[in-house]
């Protein structure tokens, strides 16, 4: 299937997956708290891989989300980052990728795993300030890393598995919530509608991923709701995780999938933040943009990333400081955004 985003690539897809041939071992790895595009992605190329005799294993800075292991035929394809199995497997790889982060500090402990190894990036972000250095294969204008999956597998002629048709498929309607967000393109929905003629149930997938919350998922939900606060004058809104429910409940970051959506779907607001305190001195913070103010500028900021409507950064110092800064910073950048005139 070729369409307009996708001619435009084709000379990274082509090199990459050159580079992705003939090799015995290879590691694959993502972001830190890897997502539905990030999980699927992996396990999407896995599949391919190993179907061409290449050994292939997952490696995560964090352990791989139980809420996507049903997206894995077997879960011997990954390899805990801790675990003497993951170094093993590093030292004798013949090539990392990194999928759907382009950036050292987002792949965590893995970093020191397979430094020195080459690498292929295959990402959708803009280029944050510690790239990832190697062959890659980005674009921004890719509504996810699954995408980018979806045309490598595809330029090879296959074959596809069930497990890479599901995988491409999570991670696509992951990035682009179901596609109702910005970022969802011509590519996406083709790439959509192949998969479903393949087989891949759509129903089911959304109630694995959106319609199965666990009762933790909702009481927290619940409780963080309930701290919604609003600058009507500068179109922002914000939610703070509540420590005290997040550790009661035994929640995992899985289970704030979404949450900060809610506060900018609220009418008259623009942009939407989550606060979550993740360590004596670090405050999580994630922004939301409906379109009109770039958040990303904000996240860069302070040492995060993402992309314009969908950015993070992890922030030192209390819940107060981090919070008024960061607000102050979203003022700032809806001020000269001009949308208040
Ligand atoms: P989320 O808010 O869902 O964690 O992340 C939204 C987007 O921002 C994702 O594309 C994610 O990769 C990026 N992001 C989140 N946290 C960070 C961070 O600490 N550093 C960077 N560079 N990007 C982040
Ligand atoms: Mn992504």
Not at 118 to 143: E, F, K, M, W, Y
Not at 202 to 225: D, E, N
Not at 249 to 274: K, N
Request: with cysteine.
């Amino acid at each position: 299937m070729t369409t307009k985003n996708n001619e435009l690539r084709s000379e990274s897809v082509e090199q990459v997956l050159n580079e992705l041939q003939g090799k015995d071992l290879v590691v694959l790895t993502t972001h830190k708290n890897a997502d539905g595009d990030g999980c699927g992605s992996q396990v999407a190329l896995a599949s391919w891989l190993r179907s061409q005799g290449t050994e292939t294993f997952i490696v995560n800075p964090t352990p791989f989300p139980e809420n996507f292991k049903f997206l894995l035929p077997d879960e011997s394809w990954v390899a805990e980052a801790d675990s003497p199995g993951a170094r093993e497997l590093c030292d004798g790889a013949d090539l990392v990728v990194v999928l759907d982060t382009g950036e050292n500090p987002r792949i965590g402990k893995v970093e020191p795993l397979v430094r020195g190894l080459p690498t292929v990036v295959i990402d959708h972000h803009p280029i944050g300030q510690n790239p990832i250095r190697g062959l890659s294969l980005r674009d921004t204008t890719a509504s996810s890393t699954g995408e980018l999956v979806y045309d490598l597998i595809e330029k090879a002629g296959g074959p596809w598995s069930k497990t890479s048709d599901l995988g491409v498929y999570v991670a696509v309607v992951s990035d682009t919530g179901f596609f109702k967000f910005g970022n969802t393109n011509p590519h996406s929905l083709r790439i959509a509608a192949e998969l479903v003629d393949r087989g891949v149930d759509p129903g089911k997938v959304y109630r694995r991923l959106f319609g199965s919350y666990s009762k933790t998922r909702l009481q927290l939900l619940q409780s963080s709701l309930a701290s919604l606060d609003l600058d009507e004058a500068y179109k922002t809104a914000w939610m703070v995780v509540s420590e005290k429910a997040y550790d009661t409940l035994g929640a995992t970051p899985e289970s704030l999938e979404g949450f900060v959506d809610y506060p900018r779907f609220i009418i008259g607001i623009e942009v939407g933040i989550l606060f979550r305190k993740v360590s004596r001195n670090a405050i999580k913070v994630s922004l939301r943009s409906n379109g009109l103010i770039n958040v990303n500028t904000v996240a860069r900021k302070f040492g995060g990333g993402g992309h314009n409507a969908a950015s993070g950064a992890l922030i030192k110092g209390s819940m107060e400081e981090v919070k008024q800064s960061v607000i102050e910073a979203v003022r700032e950048v809806v001020e000269v955004s001009g949308i208040l005139k």
